[in-house]
């Protein structure tokens, strides 16, 4: 690492948490840069909610460390000031209005922005007078985004941000988060099992499966990394070292496989495609559900 490299938003060494005996993370390392929207998916139970909980100071780390904007998560006022969170169950107080929420979030944050609050209230239709209690889960959600941008973060992170909003709403949400990210140069984290959301905004995907990260990076460097290619079972027998399989899927006579390497592609002696996120994703989930005697993998000592 150069040390021109600005401080990574999310920095993860051996970062383990157990609830009881179960391990929801273990041993994850990461380095996520600064200024990425970045994509954390995985199937249910895979520990993401646990890791943007550990981001935002809401739970501790069983061990190993996690560093936020350079700093343990939370670790003060200025630093919370620093981090805009929206939880999975986007919670609001019931009894407070739209506004009186402004006025809250207005009170408690030093560079809080009512004019962008304000317009996003009232681009997203929400009423000011109306109790927080009487929303629906998507109007709900839309509120508590609005705060967590309001306070015009550095980081945002959100747990499943779009999953309560109709698909106009959606929409509308994606393209708002892309521009604040852009026009602030805030960073964003955002779980979510939409692969096709992902795929619109993210330009950093991690993989999250039975408590470790499966791969991370630049979305353009995976995809440019991996690829799919048809062959007969036993010519996949006879892909070079250094390519690695991820996930293999066997027809009668031919099987699809979805590959990497770092070795240039016309080194691989088949006809191969780009894959798509989706892919690529499922690639990785499903190798760590039932791991692949990956041909190729030794030459690369393997993954985990
Ligand atoms: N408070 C808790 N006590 C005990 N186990 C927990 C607790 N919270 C989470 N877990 C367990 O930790 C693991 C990871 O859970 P987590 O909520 O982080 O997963 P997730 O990837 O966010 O899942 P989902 O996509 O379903 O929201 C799961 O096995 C879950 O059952």
Redesign the pocket.
């Known amino acids: 690492m150069s040390h021109e490299d600005p401080i990574p938003v999310l920095q993860a060494e051996g970062l383990t948490?157990r609830?009881?005996r179960?391990?929801?993370?273990s041993e994850v390392d990461l380095r996520v840069p600064a200024g990425r929207v970045v994509g954390l998916v995985?199937?249910?139970?895979?520990?993401?909610?646990?890791?943007?909980?550990l981001a935002c100071g809401l739970l501790e780390p069983t061990s190993g460390s996690l560093r936020v904007l350079g700093s343990r998560p939370a670790a003060s006022a200025a630093h919370l000031a620093r981090v805009g969170f929206v939880a999975?169950n986007t919670p609001v107080y019931p009894s407070f209005s739209v506004a009186d929420h402004l006025r809250l979030g207005a009170r408690l944050n030093p560079c809080w922005d009512q004019d962008l609050a304000e317009r996003r209230i009232s681009r997203v239709g929400l009423n000011p007078g109306q109790k927080a209690g009487r929303l629906s889960g998507g109007q709900r959600a839309q509120l508590a985004l609005t705060i967590a941008a309001a306070k015009r973060p550095e980081l945002l992170i959100f747990?499943?941000p779009a999953a309560a909003l109709d698909p106009l709403a959606r929409e509308g949400f994606l393209v708002n988060l892309m521009e604040f990210v852009a026009d602030l140069g805030a960073s964003a984290v955002l779980?979510s099992?939409l692969l096709g959301d992902i795929e619109q905004i993210c330009d950093y995907l991690i993989v999250?499966c039975e408590?470790r990260v499966q791969i991370a990076g630049e979305v353009e460097e995976l995809l440019a990394g991996h690829r799919r290619l048809v062959a007969r079972r036993e010519e996949l027998a006879r892909l070079p070292a250094g390519v690695e399989t991820i996930r293999v899927e066997h027809e009668a006579v031919y099987s699809s496989a979805v590959v990497r390497t770092d070795l240039p592609w016309s080194s691989v002696p088949f006809r191969t495609d780009p894959v798509s996120l989706e892919e690529l994703v499922l690639g990785y989930m499903s190798r760590a559900n039932a791991p692949v005697a990956g041909v190729g993998a030794a030459a690369l000592g393997g993954r985990r």
């Open positions: 948490k609830y009881g179960r391990v929801a993370l995985g199937p249910n139970g895979a520990g993401k909610t646990t890791l943007l909980n999975q747990d499943e779980s099992h999250l408590a």
